[in-house]
């Protein structure tokens, strides 16, 4: 009777765990679980200046780094022409905003200017060189916290040259030297002019130096839509109509373009520094959100 009642108990357990998994194997599979596909990060987006020439008219140049710098906008890459080449070396040499805009004040035109009567009246630039190197510690270009470049014109072809190594004075000599108020500046066995003859606002130079996002800076002068009576005149509103046409077609290569509202100053107002500065500051105030936009659509597009 016990040995009946062991083997039902065992016959009973059988059955049981025969029908748990019965219905175990009736339940449909669970659902499959639905997981995002990997997306691509947002690309780093590196952003390089490019400093335009205008004599004087650079030194608002210093009020759109003010903004820039205010708004959190980091420069990592930086090029210049002329009066942009000088803003440019001591930016990328380590100075921010308010050290430029110090030294900016603080400058005398006699500080720069060495005339050399035996070459016709024409500025040396030795001054202005050694300026440059005393501002920025001596140091070479390659040495500078921020990849920088400074573009000139060689005299004999006309090609473009970006100085991005070496001697920084004499690099941003040989962007600076205006045809005709400057002399040529002797490097190596070539002469070098001023860049601005070709490359008015260096936004190539700039992405040469890796950047992906160029925010391009115009202060150079243009045509004033009157006719030029004298032939001084004549010849100088060629000169501007024909820059103009050539920054054009370099600017459209930039990502963004700040155009300072300083057309009555003068290549020589250096006395209007200040308000050069002030519509620096207001031009690329009026361009953050439009900045903005674009830094954070080329992050998203990743590339």
Known sequence: MN???????????????????????????????????????????????????????????????????????????????????????????????????????????????????????????????????????????QQFPKPFSAVATELETGNRVAFNRGNAGQAVRASSSIPGVFMPVLIGNKKFVDGGVVSPVPVDSARELGANFVIAVDISSKATGTAATSALGIMNQAVVIMGQKLGEQELARADIVIRPKIGKIGAADFDMKNVAILEGEKAALAMLPLIRQKMAEKALAGK
């Open 3 to 141: 040995s009946f009642f062991k083997f039902g108990l065992k016959i009973s357990s059988t059955i049981a765990i025969l029908g748990l998994l019965s219905a175990c194997n009736s339940n449909p599979p669970p659902p499959p679980i639905a997981t995002p596909s990997p997306t691509k990060p947002p690309a780093q987006v590196k952003v390089g200046l490019a400093l335009g020439g205008g004599a004087a008219k650079g030194f608002a140049h210093i009020g759109v780094i003010k903004m820039l710098e205010a708004n959190g906008i980091k420069v990592e890459v930086v090029s210049g022409t002329s009066a942009g080449s000088v803003v440019g070396a001591m930016y990328a040499s380590g100075m921010d905003a308010f050290a430029l805009q110090e030294r900016a004040f603080s400058l005398d035109e006699s500080q720069i200017r060495d005339v050399n009567l035996l070459g016709g009246g024409l500025v040396k630039g030795q001054k202005l060189q050694d300026y440059v190197n005393q501002l920025v510690g001596n140091k070479s270009i």
